[in-house]
């Protein structure tokens, strides 16, 4: 029974991406995420252009709120609108995009390098962008584009890639678009960083290693004179 809860939850909420993505595109839909809350269902939608969601006097926000508790069968849901930052640093924005230019016309290879060097240019880590279907000729093929650092698998690659997808339709057929950026922000394991020593200090520390080899030359001069006097003792 818990099963059969989770997948009617994903089911959901896969529908509800799925219908915000064909009602918000003109504003640059770049994901949502759903939250449970004691008022009843808050959905956060990271959008482009979130002026054109509200619309006038919230009118349109409104129209979609009345159409998602009818169509979804959602608990009393509430809509946050949420501009993105940097929106080609949205791996679901940039995904979108990316199937737009495909379906446009545009040479797949030449559309998936155009976006992977605008995402690295934004200060992105790391870009990979995944293109199937048929890409050219009858049969279908995958093209695969990476730069910068990557994670596939692990907590690590959870927290730290951000996941996109979207499709295309062209005369030939349908081609499944992937799109993972390694934001600037991410913490990456092993990384490290260099910091330049001053002069100053650099002459303090310098001082020191002279001050401890003083030190050490009057330590030395104090413990044979004490073994002279131990020899003159012992003759004596």
């Keep these: 029974m818990i099963e059969k809860t989770f997948v009617r939850e994903g089911i959901k909420k896969v529908r509800m991406n799925e219908y915000l993505g064909k009602e918000l595109e003109r504003a640059g839909y770049g994901g949502m995420e759903i ?9 956060t939608v990271h959008v482009e252009k979130p002026g054109m969601i509200i619309g006038k006097d919230g009118r ?25 930052a940097v929106p ?36 992105a880590l790391g870009c990979e962008i995944i293109m199937t ?3 050219r000729g009858p049969r279908g093929r ?12 692990g907590e690590v690659a959870e927290e730290i890639v951000d996941r996109g997808y979207s499709i295309a339709k062209t005369k030939s057929g349908i081609i499944g678009v992937q ?6 922000d991410a913490v990456v394991p092993g990384n490290f960083h260099m910091v330049a020593v001053n002069r100053d200090v650099k002459e303090a520390v310098q001082e020191e290693k002279e001050e401890k080899k003083v030190e050490n030359k009057e330590v030395e001069k104090k413990e044979k004179e004490k073994k002279k006097e131990k020899e003159k003792g012992k003759k004596e």
């Design 35 to 43: 939250k449970r809350t004691p008022m009843g269902t808050q959905i």
């Design 60 to 84: 349109r926000i409104k129209r979609l709120t009345d159409d998602i508790n009818r169509k979804h069968e959602m608990d009393n849901p509430q809509i946050d609108v949420q501009p993105i």
């Design 88 to 123: 080609d640093l949205s791996a679901s924005l940039m995904a979108n995009r990316l199937a737009k230019l495909i379906e446009r016309g545009w040479h797949f290879r030449r559309a998936g390098r155009s976006t992977l060097q605008r995402i690295m240019n934004h200060g």
């Design 133 to 135: 279907g048929k890409l």
């Design 142 to 153: 995958m093209e695969k584009m990476v730069d910068g650092y990557i994670k596939h698998c």
């Design 179 to 184: 799109v993972w950026i390694v934001k600037p």
